[in-house]
C-alpha cells in the first residue's frame, strides 16, 4: 500500500511485463519528442528568431524616430504610416501604449523587423496569423519577416503592460 | 522538544497514532487554503463573466487587479497552504511521528499567512496591479514584494519541519524499513520547494529592493529567466505533490497497491532531477538566449520528466485496476471500471484529475512547450487553457478528493451533505475541462490572455474576431459559472462539515 512503509527486498521486485513495456513504449515517444524539435528546427521554416541585441530603450526610440522621419508617407489618426523600401530594416516600437509606426510593406519582399519597448515589457502579437514574439526593454530582437499574403494585420499587444493594455493595438499594411 | 503520550490519539480506521499538535497544524493549513481557495473562486466568477464579452462584468481597472488577486490567492495560497497540510501529514501522521518542532511549523503558518495577507491587501488597494508575474520593469509598492518574500520563508520553514519530521521518525524508529510511497513523493515535492524557493529569493529580494529605492532595477529579461525558474518548477511541486495524493487516492478508496514501487520512486527521482531545466520555455519567444540554449533546455531533458508523468499515467491506474479486480469485478476488460465506485467522490476526483490532467493539461504542456508551436501559443488563451486543465483539474480536484478522507480522518466529522458532495467532483472537473478546451480554442484564434477587452475598444485599429470566437466565449463564461459552483459547493461541504457535521468516534 502506498500508506505503508516497504521491507528490505523491495527493490528487486522485478518489473512487470506490461509495465515493462509500456516504460519502453513512453521513452521511445520521448526520444522521438526530444529529437523532432531540433530537427524541425532544421527542417522547418516556422522557428523563432535568435538574434538579438542589447540596446538602451533611449537609444531605440531615437533609431525609431529616425526610421518613422526617412519612409514616412502620411499619418493615421495619431500614427504615422511609414513604408519603407524593401529589405530595409524597420522598426516596431512599443510603448504603454501603442505600436510605432504604421508599417506598409510589400508582399513577397523580406525585411529585418526590430522589435523592442522603451518601457515596461509589451507582446507582439499578429493578428490574424498569430504570431507572437516578446518586446522586452534593453533587447533589440531582430525578427526576419517575409510577408507572404496582402492585407491588414492588426498588432495585439499580449504582454500586461498596464491599465490600457487591451487598447494597444497597432497595424502593418501588407501590399 | 519531547512529545508526551497524552499528545497522541490512536485513529479507529487506521490504527496510526496520530499527533496532537500535527493534527492541529493540518487542520489549519487546510482551513485556511480552503478559505483561500473560495476568495480565489469568487474572484474567478469575475474574471469569467468578463471575458465572456457580452457580459463583461468588471471594469478594466477592476479586472487587472482581480487578475492579479486570482493567480496569488489561487495558485500561490491555495495551492500551497493546501500542501504544507499534506507534507505534515505524510511526515507525521504516516510514519506514526510525532512533528519535529511543533512551534516551527505554527512560524510557517504564521509567516506565510501574514504574507499572504499582504500581497493580497496590496493587491486590493491597487498598489500591485502587476500580476502574479510581476514582469519588471511593471512596478508594485514595496510592500507586495515583501509579503511575497515572507510567504516564501513561511514555506520554507515548513519543508524544514517536513524534513526535520523524516529524521526525527528515523531516529525513533516509528516506522521500519523504507517510507511510504506517499510519504516518499511528497519529499520530491518538498525538495523540489526548497530549491525553487531559493530561485524565488534570488528574484525577489533584488526587485523589492528595487521597488524600495534601494537597488537598480534588475535586466527585463534577466527577471523573466529567474522568475521562470522559479515559477516553473514550483509547478512541479504542485504535480509531485498531485501524483502522491493519486496514490494516496488509490489506497483510500480501493485499496490499491502500487504495481511496482521501485518504478514509482524511480518516478519521482526523475521529476526531482529534470524539471526545474525545463523552464526556458517561457522564453521561447524572447530575445536573450541563444535558441541551442533553448532547445536543449525545453528539448532533451523536459521529456525525462514528462517520462516520469508517463510512468505514474499508467502505474496509478493499473494499480486500481488490480485492486478492483481483486474485490472480483474480472469479467471482460472493464468490468472494474464499470463496477468502480463511482459514487465515492474521492475516486471519481481521482479519475476525473487522472484523465484532465494527462489528455489536457499535459499533452497541451508538452506540445506548446515547443520551440515552433510556441510561436502560436505564446501568450495567448491557450496558455491559461493548459494550466487550468494541470493545476486546476489535476492538482485542485485532487486535493478537493483528498478532503473527503481528511474531514473523517483528521477532523474527526463525517462529511455534511453527501449527496452533494456526490456530484461535485463532476460538476467541478467536468465543466473545467470545458473551461480549458474553450479557452485553448479562444487562443488558437489569437485571443490573447489576460485582456480586458480583446477587441481593442478604445484603439483606432479594433480588431473584429467573429461569432466563433464569441460563442466559444460565451461557452466559457456557462462552463465557468458551473465550474464555480462546484468549487463553492466543495467549500460549503468543508465548511458545514466542521461546524454541523456529525462526529466520528476517535
Ligand atoms: C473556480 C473556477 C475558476 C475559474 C472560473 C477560473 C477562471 C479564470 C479566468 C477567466 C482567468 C483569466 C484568463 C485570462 O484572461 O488570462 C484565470 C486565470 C488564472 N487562473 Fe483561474 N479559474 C478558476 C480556478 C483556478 C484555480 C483553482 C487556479 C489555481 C490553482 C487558477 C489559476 C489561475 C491562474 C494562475 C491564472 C492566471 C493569472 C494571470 O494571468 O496572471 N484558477 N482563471
Ligand atoms: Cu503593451
Ligand atoms: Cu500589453
Redesign the interface.
Known amino acids: 500500500m502506498s500508506v505503508q512503509s516497504l521491507q528490505p527486498g523491495w527493490w528487486k521486485t522485478p518489473v512487470h511485463k506490461e509495465e515493462r513495456i509500456w516504460i519502453t513504449v513512453a521513452l521511445i515517444w520521448c526520444i522521438l519528442m526530444t529529437l523532432i524539435m531540433p530537427l524541425w528546427h532544421v527542417v522547418g521554416e516556422h522557428n523563432p528568431s535568435a538574434e538579438y541585441y542589447r540596446i538602451a530603450p533611449e537609444d531605440f526610440d531615437k533609431l525609431t524616430d529616425e526610421f518613422i522621419d526617412k519612409y514616412k508617407v502620411g499619418v493615421e489618426g495619431d500614427f504615422a504610416v511609414v513604408e519603407p523600401p524593401a529589405g530595409a530594416d524597420i522598426f516596431l516600437r512599443g510603448s504603454q501604449w501603442q505600436w510605432d509606426p504604421v508599417l506598409k510593406l510589400k508582399v513577397n519582399e523580406t525585411y529585418r523587423l526590430h522589435l523592442s519597448s522603451i518601457d515596461v515589457l509589451h507582446g507582439m502579437s499578429i493578428y490574424p496569423i498569430n504570431l507572437n514574439f516578446e518586446a522586452v526593454p534593453g533587447y533589440d530582437y531582430v525578427l526576419t519577416i517575409t510577408p507572404t499574403s496582402t492585407g491588414t494585420f492588426n498588432i495585439i499587444c499580449n504582454e500586461f503592460c498596464g491599465i490600457s493594455h487591451h487598447n494597444m493595438m497597432g497595424k502593418i499594411i501588407v501590399q | 522538544m519531547e512529545a508526551t503520550a497524552e499528545q497522541f490519539r490512536t485513529c479507529a480506521t487506521?490504527g496510526l497514532k496520530v499527533h496532537g499538535p500535527a493534527e492541529n497544524l493540518i487542520k489549519t493549513n487546510a482551513v485556511t487554503a480552503i478559505v483561500f481557495l473560495l476568495v480565489g473562486g469568487i474572484v474567478g466568477l469575475t474574471l469569467v463573466l468578463t471575458r465572456w464579452q457580452a457580459v463583461h462584468l468588471l471594469d478594466?481597472?477592476w479586472f487587472?487587479r482581480m487578475l492579479s488577486l486570482h493567480g496569488i490567492a489561487m495558485l500561490v495560497a491555495w495551492m500551497i497552504f493546501f500542501e504544507m497540510a499534506i507534507l505534515y501529514f505524510a511526515s507525521a501522521v504516516?510514519?506514526n511521528c510525532r512533528l519535529a518542532t511543533p512551534w516551527a511549523g505554527w512560524l510557517q503558518f504564521l509567516l506565510m499567512f501574514v504574507g499572504a495577507a499582504i500581497v493580497a491587501v496590496e493587491i486590493l488597494l491597487g498598489n500591485a496591479?502587476?500580476?502574479f508575474t510581476s514582469?519588471v520593469?511593471?512596478k508594485a509598492d514595496h510592500m507586495y514584494y515583501l509579503g511575497v518574500i515572507i510567504f516564501a520563508v513561511g514555506a520554507i520553514v515548513g519543508c524544514l519541519v517536513f524534513f526535520g519530521t523524516l529524521v526525527v521518525a528515523k531516529k525513533e524508529k516509528t516506522?521500519?524499513?523504507?517510507?511510504?510511497?506517499?510519504t516518499f513523493g511528497a519529499a520530491a515535492a518538498a525538495i523540489i520547494a526548497l530549491f525553487t524557493l531559493v530561485h524565488g529569493a534570488i528574484t525577489f529580494i533584488p526587485t523589492w529592493a528595487w521597488a524600495a529605492g534601494l537597488a537598480p532595477m534588475m535586466?527585463?529579461?534577466l527577471y523573466?529567466m529567474l522568475f521562470w525558474g522559479f515559477g516553473h518548477s514550483s509547478q512541479q511541486i504542485n504535480v509531485a505533490a498531485m501524483v502522491a495524493v493519486w496514490?494516496?487516492l488509490?489506497?483510500l478508496t480501493v485499496?490499491?497497491?502500487?504495481?511496482?514501487?521501485?518504478?514509482c520512486r524511480t518516478a519521482f527521482v526523475l521529476y526531482i532531477l529534470f524539471i526545474n531545466i525545463a523552464s526556458e520555455h517561457h522564453?521561447?519567444?524572447?530575445?536573450?538566449l541563444?535558441?541551442e540554449h533553448k532547445?536543449w533546455n525545453?528539448?532533451?531533458f523536459m521529456?525525462?520528466a514528462?517520462?516520469a508523468s508517463?510512468?505514474h499515467a499508467?502505474?496509478v491506474p493499473?494499480a486500481v485496476e488490480v485492486a478492483l479486480r481483486k474485490k472480483g469485478f474480472t469479467r471482460g476488460a472493464f468490468e472494474w471500471l464499470k463496477k468502480a465506485p463511482w459514487g465515492n467522490p474521492a475516486f471519481s476526483a481521482l479519475a476525473i484529475s487522472l484523465v484532465g490532467f494527462g489528455f489536457l493539461g499535459g499533452i497541451t504542456g508538452?506540445v506548446y512547450g515547443?520551440?515552433?508551436v510556441?510561436?502560436?501559443?505564446?501568450?495567448?488563451m491557450r496558455i491559461p487553457g493548459h494550466f487550468h486543465a494541470t493545476v486546476v483539474v489535476g492538482t485542485t480536484l485532487a486535493f478537493m478528493g483528498l478532503t473527503y478522507y481528511v474531514l473523517p480522518l483528521i477532523f474527526l466529522r463525517e462529511v455534511a451533505f453527501p449527496k452533494l458532495a456526490k456530484i461535485q467532483p463532476y460538476l467541478f472537473g467536468l465543466s473545467m475541462y470545458v473551461v480549458s478546451i474553450t479557452m485553448m480554442i479562444a487562443g488558437?484564434?489569437?485571443v490573447?490572455?489576460?485582456?480586458?477587452?480583446?477587441s481593442?475598444?478604445?484603439?483606432?485599429?479594433?480588431?473584429n474576431f467573429g461569432p466563433v470566437v464569441d460563442l466559444n466565449l460565451a461557452i466559457m463564461g456557462i462552463a465557468g459559472v458551473l465550474a464555480c459552483i462546484g468549487g463553492a459547493i466543495y467549500c460549503v461541504i468543508a465548511v458545514a462539515t466542521l461546524l454541523i457535521g456529525k462526529k466520528v468516534e476517535a
Open positions: 487506521t478594466d481597472e487587472y504516516l510514519l496591479d502587476v500580476m514582469y520593469p511593471l516506522y521500519s524499513g523504507s517510507m511510504p510511497l506517499v535586466d527585463a529579461e523573466r496514490y494516496l488509490g489506497t485499496g490499491a497497491i502500487p504495481i511496482n514501487e521501485k518504478v522564453l521561447l519567444v524572447d530575445p536573450g541563444g535558441i532547445i525545453t528539448g532533451y521529456h525525462l514528462v517520462l508517463m510512468i499508467f502505474s493499473a508538452v515547443t520551440e515552433q510556441n510561436i502560436i501559443a505564446h501568450n495567448t488558437g484564434f489569437g490573447s490572455r489576460r485582456s480586458w477587452d480583446m481593442g475598444i478604445e484603439s483606432p485599429f479594433q480588431v
